[in-house]
T-cell receptor
Framework: GAVVSQHPSRVICKSGTSVKIECRSL??????MFWYRQFPKQSLMLMAT?????????EQGVEKDKFLINHASLTLSTLTVTSAHPEDSSFYIC???????????????FGDGTRLSIL | GQNIDQPTEMTATEGAIVQINCTYQ??????LFWYQQHAGEAPTFLSY????GLEEKGRFSSFLSRSKGYSYLLLKELQMKDSASYLC??????????FGAGTRLAVHP
């Protein structure tokens, strides 16, 4: 079964709205969570890395004031797209990493993704 | 810079074998993943290599050569449902999982 739960799976909203996406690790403590963005027919681009209790580290070109990341506990990270515009429409995927041997020998697990459409 | 290169597209016939290559140049190396991704869905884990050699799992096998910065994914007995994108990804020295652009595989009858 799923070990990383991402919610919501789809969001359609008006331009200017802020959207929050949640990512939860279900059966393990996620010491590190990652947020990716994927545009159509392109690969996953890492946006930011967050460790529990500390500020997220953003990749070059990603606006930290636009994409707010909170990793308040070892099982929950949230990404808030503030004042979203049509160009922010994309597929956002979270990923969580915990102690490798605890979860099927896969060091990193992915959520099912959130498809964000800004009108 | 970080480079992970794989072919953009490949085609193959149902029942055949296909090999998808991946070369990488990253700041450090802590493992290589292969994922399968169908359109509109999240990637699905296929394999993880951190040591040189071949890892076999059913119809799928993955090979790694760290000295050459090279990996391949081998798919045997291809099925129509194997039509998807295959993503090569590397955990670099900063412990980040970085993806290649992906290879779109089309399996024909």
């Amino acid at each position: 079964g799923a070990v990383v739960s991402q919610h919501p799976s789809r969001v359609i909203c008006k331009s200017g709205t802020s959207v929050k996406i949640e990512c939860r690790s279900l059966d393990f403590q996620a010491t590190t969570m990652f947020w990716y963005r994927q545009f159509p027919k392109q690969s996953l681009m890492l946006m930011a890395t967050s460790n529990e209790g500390s500020k997220a580290t953003y990749e070059q070109g990603v606006e930290k004031d636009k994409f707010l990341i909170n990793h308040a506990s070892l099982t929950l990270s949230t990404l808030t797209v503030t004042s979203a515009h049509p160009e922010d429409s994309s597929f956002y995927i979270c990923s969580a990493r915990g102690p490798a041997l605890e979860v099927s020998n896969q060091p990193q697990h992915f959520g099912d993704g959130t498809r964000l459409s800004i009108l | 810079g970080q480079n992970i290169d794989q072919p953009t597209e490949m085609t193959a016939t149902e029942g055949a074998i296909v090999q998808i290559n991946c070369t990488y140049q990253t700041s450090g190396f802590n493992g290589l993943f292969w994922y399968q991704q169908h359109a509109g869905e999240a990637p699905t884990f296929l394999s993880y290599n951190v040591l040189d050699g071949l890892e076999e799992k059913g119809r799928f096998s993955s090979f790694l050569s760290r000295s050459k910065g090279y990996s391949y994914l081998l798919l045997k007995e291809l099925q129509m449902k194997d039509s998807a994108s295959y993503l090569c990804a590397v955990i670099d020295g900063y412990n980040k999982l970085i993806f290649g652009a992906g290879t779109r595989l089309a399996v024909h009858p």
